[in-house]
């Protein structure tokens, strides 16, 4: 580390000032002291969100009225009536619990953290209905060093690419889904690894067949989030960039539509 | 700047990469080449949404419902029906014009921006439906140097502080609410100095008593954004901090509920 960007760094982790302060109303908490970001170029991960945007369900997830119109009224408003599981959206640990936290009561400082990359979207070209496994975290740490803390880790299958396709979804005649997902061993393994959030550009972070959403159950309960929809994976290096979850600050919420950027 | 993030910059602003690739469905542009953007804390600017949170117009805006409850379906779901304008949120081009951009269509290098904050919170003390005026701008300038190209001002009036009290619409008896915004002239001059985003920690960009929305009639349409009801704007330095704004990608919204973060 450079002598300016070393002192920028002493200067801001010995910073005690409250991230929510008088104008917040909510509990003070000293930001977390984090390594320097180091950034000069902004992605986009989000896919637009239309009313005919594919959800897990198959449901119609969204639906928005005009209010107010320009002609009339000399002023555009809508009005959104929206399921919190549809588009690139946060799952927080309440929506997997009877007791985990909701989405407003998320730290900002577990909302931007590194972002880690797998990619297996050669593989998921072949077999939709593959899983990110332990081997795939063993040859991603083997090349690229250990997968730190605090992080989001995510899945790179190739699936943003299908969004306005029936691929996305990818259901068979019985309707059941075929898309890459995360194993259950891996959610325990990132735990172990004490990883802050486990991402996928699929419509789930459970494989697209699941009946037991086991990989769900063994994350969110756990106090991690996960963030479901990616867009623009293969855009990003496998390492070095930090994810920014702008992730819905409605109280009691269980995931929600989030705008998601990398900085790189 | 050092050589080692000299050497980065010149990597990265030489980068072609597009942020909304295959996965994205979107048009390519390469993201913007930037200065480097160096932090090492994450500031919340963002106060928590409640149905009774309070809103410019005096209605209920928000309402939950529960979709799924954990207990009977292993899961929890909600749906929520919002209208745009209401906590922190943005204002698009298209709320105010006829023809401007919507919230979806803003570049997400134009919602990661440099962070100037203007500090009336003092005067407004004394004096609710006080302005942000261009000589308020001068002696900014004066002290800190010249507003640059590209950045987002917001006003830091106190008023965050008075999110939960009858203070914040601060409305009198004949329902006339009183608290600051920006004088149109500031909007102008801001204009002029190529200013990408207004912010308030007020419910709008115009004064309490306004009736011809003139701050936002000259902003919007000129293809920018405003930020409303931004919080903890107390805590943060009066230059070289980055706000980035989770605005919603909802094809065709006019603004909306917004995750702000400010990175310091």
């Known amino acids: ?20 302060g008088r104008g917040g109303g909510v509990a003070k908490t000293a930001p977390r002291a984090r390594p320097d970001m180091h950034h000069s170029s902004v992605f986009d991960l989000t896919h637009t969100l239309t009313a005919d945007f594919p959800s897990y369900n198959g449901t119609r997830d969204l639906e928005i ?4 119109n320009f002609a009339e009224h000399g002023v555009n408003v809508k009005r959104w009536t929206v399921r919190e599981h549809v588009g690139t959206h946060i799952d927080a640990p309440l929506h997997f619990s009877a007791d985990g936290i909701s989405c407003d009561l998320i730290p900002a400082d577990d909302l931007v953290v ?3 990359v797998i990619d297996i979207a ?3 070209q072949d077999k939709a209905s593959t899983a990110v496994t332990p081997d795939d975290i063993a040859a991603f740490e083997a090349r690229h060093g250990p997968i730190p803390e605090g992080c989001c880790v995510a899945m790179h299958s190739g699936w943003g690419r299908h969004v306005r396709t029936a ?5 068979d005649e019985e ?4 898309f890459p997902g995360w194993h259950v061993e891996c959610a325990h393994a990132l735990l172990e690894r004490k990883v802050t959030g486990l991402g996928v550009d699929t419509l789930s972070i ?3 067949p699941t009946e037991t959403f086991e990989t769900h159950y063994a994350w969110l309960p756990a106090g991690r989030w996960a963030i479901e929809g990616l867009a623009n994976l293969d855009q990003l290096p496998a390492t070095g960039s930090t994810i920014v979850l702008g992730a819905p600050k409605i109280a009691g919420a269980t995931g929600g539509p989030t705008r998601v950027f990398a900085l790189v």
């Not at 002598?3 to 991230?19: D, S």
């Not at 009225?65 to 107010?68: E, F, P």
């Not at 309707?175 to 075929?178: A, C």
């Open 65 to 68: 009225d005009t209010m107010k």
């Open 122 to 124: 050669l593989r998921a």
């Open 167 to 171: 691929k996305y979804r990818n259901a």
């Open 114 to 116: 590194p972002l880690v």
């Open 1 to 20: 580390m450079c002598p300016p960007c070393f002192l920028m760094q002493l200067q801001q982790n010995t910073r005690t000032r409250a991230p929510e």
């Open 206 to 208: 459970d494989m697209g």
């Open 175 to 178: 309707g059941r889904m075929h």
